[in-house]
Structures are given as C-alpha cells and as structure tokens.
Nanobody, 122 residues
C-alpha cells in the first residue's frame, strides 16, 4: 500500500502562483508514473501533468507554458509549479502515482491523494 500526502493548495488571485507537492511513502515497488489530475465542480477529472519514469513531462494543453511538473525519484516526490493562474484553474487537484511490481509477474497499482483545493479568484 502506498500513501500519498499532498500539500500546497490554497486561494490565489488570477495571475498568481502556487506550488503543489506530493510525497509517496509505504510499500513501494517501482513508481512508474507520477502526476496531477484535477476536478472542477460538475466536470470530470482530467489530467493536468504527468511524468513517466525516464520520460518527458506530459501536460494538458490548457496548462502548457504555465505549469511545470517535476519529480524526485530518490524521494518519491512530485511537484507542480503553477504560474499565471486563471480562474478556470480552480479545482481540486489530486496527486496520482502508478506503482509497478515486476516479479514474479507485472502488476500495476494506481494510487490517489486525498485532493487539495486550488481556488483562483478573478
């Protein structure tokens, strides 16, 4: 079981910045993907940004050029730097981790954080 702890949400004015952090702990095999999703009221949860181990970051079109995701494999942490925030970025942001057990056979485990509220006022 992997436990995710998120921090960094809050209220900010449009044009401002916030930094979200997520730390994974517990029984970790090999973390493959770390990322952030968000869900606004009345909308489906959507990918914001993610990094697959050894790969390049993947961003939603709506946040490209404004958000930057980074991960520390040694510490099992992932951060999301959010700049030039817009009211439409208001949502609950969820940390996501895909943990993979290789042997004796491949098994993938998906974990979600509890969510952190980000509110951007106009």
């Amino acid at each position: 079981q992997v436990h995710l702890v998120e921090s960094g949400g809050g209220l900010v004015q449009a044009g401002g910045s916030l930094r979200l952090s997520c730390a994974a702990s517990g029984r970790i095999f090999s973390i493959n993907t770390m990322g952030w999703y968000r869900q606004a009221p009345g909308k489906q949860r959507e990918l914001v940004a993610a990094i697959i181990s050894g790969g390049s970051p993947n961003y939603a079109d709506s946040v490209k050029g404004r958000f930057t995701i980074s991960r520390d494999n040694a510490k099992n942490t992932v951060n999301l730097q959010m700049n030039s925030l817009k009211p439409e970025d208001t949502a609950v942001y969820y940390c996501y981790v895909k943990d993979v057990r290789i042997a004796p056979f491949r098994v993938e485990y998906d974990y979600w954080g509890q969510g952190t509220q980000v509110t951007v006022s106009s």
